[in-house]
């Protein structure tokens, strides 16, 4: 059973940073995407940055030049540092893992909808206060 949990979100003032955590468990697949989703009150839960099983990472346009993901293969742990923050990042920020075979979704010229990614975890806040 696959299991991700997320950790690290909390309130910080625009321009500070954050680091987000995603542990998961039972996740055996070798060659995937994984990703960082967030959703903000009223709207659309959105990719922010997306990891595949090589370690090449692809950001939205929100993020780049700010948000980092990465991951510790080793700890099975996913990682998205967010450096100058802004209140629009407001949001809870969810982690989520595609299926075997999922590395494609990380490289697709549209960001691939929630659908696409079987597993997420419960979610962790961030807010961001002007």
């Known amino acids: 059973q696959v299991q991700l949990v997320e950790s690290g979100g909390r309130s910080v003032q625009a321009e500070g940073s954050l680091r987000l955590s995603c542990a998961a468990s039972?996740?055996?697949?070798?060659?995937?995407?994984m990703t960082w989703y967030r959703q903000a009150p009223g709207k659309e839960r959105e990719g922010v940055a997306f990891?595949?099983?090589?370690?090449?990472?692809s950001y939205a346009d929100s993020a780049k030049g700010r948000f980092t993901i990465y991951k510790d293969n080793a700890e099975n742990i996913l990682y998205l540092q967010m450096n100058s923050l802004k209140p629009e990042d407001n949001a809870m920020y969810y982690c989520?893992?595609?299926?075997?075979?999922?590395?494609?979704?990380?490289?697709?010229?549209?960001?691939?909808?929630?659908?696409?990614?079987?597993?997420w975890g419960q979610g962790t806040q961030v807010t961001v206060s002007s």
């Open positions: 989520a893992a595609g299926a075997e075979g999922s590395a494609y979704l990380c490289w697709t010229p549209e960001t691939p909808g929630p659908a696409a990614f079987p597993y």
């Open positions: 039972g996740y055996t697949a070798s060659s995937y995407c």
């Open positions: 990891i595949d099983s090589g370690g090449s990472a």
